[in-house]
């Protein structure tokens, strides 16, 4: 049987992952007890609608006006808990790429974590479905290759020879939408992570598909 699509462009974080509840906000509130000790965080919520706008570094330089050596010790505690916490895939997201790329799919990740991050989550949680991607795009500290700039896209459309239309790209949050407006292909909303009226609103306006469920998805990318 053949596939919708040749190609996934996945989001690791919060659409493969469940990271941002047991990794990156807990990061960030020993972030504000260390560099901000007398501002109060805002709420888990609050920290998925920063990373939807304006984006996190925007969020901690300009709002929080952390400077580039509290940047460089933000980054520092981040990557801790990143190297010492392992997030659980959410259930079935693996057997379900397990299935695609079985049939021949090509999975690619683009992320804000870094690559080295993404092979350890994958490596760890494979279990009987043994997945890994075939390429991964991850945090880049040039802003030309990194999302939502277009640069990981069309790197991947090139190295597989592969047309717009042909790949999908999954992601929970806005970047991927930008993404897919400079690129030309289709973007679809992973929406088991998160429940925020104001992302919801956006990524249905925004995106071809909003997956409520991990098996919405899988039964999207199958049949």
């Not at 989001?11 to 000790?37: E, G, Q």
């Not at 980054?75 to 079985?102: C, M, S």
Request: hydrophobic content about 40%.
């Amino acid at each position: 049987m053949g596939l919708k699509y040749k190609c996934l462009i996945l989001d690791h974080d919060d659409t493969a992952v469940n990271s941002t509840a047991v990794i990156h906000y807990p990061a960030h509130l020993a972030v504000m007890k260390i560099l901000r000790p007398d501002v109060k965080p805002i709420d888990l919520d609050g920290w998925f609608i920063k990373n939807f706008h304006p984006g996190i570094m925007n969020y901690l330089a300009r709002e929080l006006g952390m400077n580039d050596r509290e940047l460089d010790d933000e980054y520092e505690i981040w990557r801790e808990y990143n190297t010492k916490h392992v997030p659980d895939f959410f259930p079935g997201f693996i057997e379900a790429l397990y299935h695609y790329k079985n049939r021949g799919g090509i999975i690619a990740v683009t992320s804000h974590s870094e690559k080295d991050i993404i092979e350890k989550h994958y490596r760890a949680h494979a279990g009987n479905f043994k997945v890994a991607p075939d390429i991964i795009f991850g945090w880049d500290d040039d802003e030309k290759k990194r999302k939502p700039s277009p640069w990981p896209v069309l790197e991947i459309l090139k190295k597989y020879d592969l047309d717009k239309r042909e790949a999908l790209i999954v992601d929970d949050l806005k970047p991927a939408v930008l993404m897919s407006k400079k690129t030309g292909v289709p973007v679809a909303a992973a929406g088991w992570s998160h429940d925020i009226p104001l992302i919801r609103d956006y990524m249905e306006k925004n995106c071809l598909a909003y997956f409520e469920t991990v098996r919405d998805f899988r039964d999207f990318i199958l049949t």
